[in-house]
């Protein structure tokens, strides 16, 4: 099974591309963090953050355009993806995206968007779309 659970904040403006009639790709970068704590010892740990490059296709990917903002908190569900390319020195790139599926916006309404405008929100407050990329 591949699956993915993040929650986290985006780090940027979603990057959204169409390509084949009408159809959406977003790429976002997305940090999740670790809360550092003590050791018994009195030794403190730092907080560790990790960038994900989030990938999101057609409606999920228009949605995000729309209403996704940076700083915005998502929770996503998704898969691991890896990829590979050959940069401009022609040496070959590795690259790890996640493929979402499911998002849940956990921003509250209006808090980091332009003119307060949001999706129409679910339970509790937060938006849950589900989208498979094919």
Do not use: C
């Amino acid at each position: 099974m591949n699956k993915v659970m993040l929650i986290g904040n985006v780090g940027k403006e979603p990057d959204v591309r169409y390509y084949d009639q009408d159809q959406a790709v977003a790429q976002v970068a997305f940090a999740t963090t670790e809360r550092g704590y003590t050791l018994p010892n009195g030794t403190q740990v730092p907080d560790h953050t990790d960038w994900h490059n989030l990938v999101f296709y057609r409606k999920l990917a228009k949605i995000v355009e729309q209403y996704v903002h940076k700083g915005d908190k998502l929770y996503v569900e998704g898969r691991i993806r890896y990829r590979s390319y050959d940069d401009q020195k022609g040496q070959r790139r590795y690259v790890t995206d996640i493929q979402v599926e499911n998002m849940e916006m956990l921003t509250p309404k209006g808090a980091n968007q332009p003119n307060n405008a949001a999706p129409t929100a679910g339970a509790a407050g937060q938006e849950s779309v589900n989208n498979t990329p094919f």
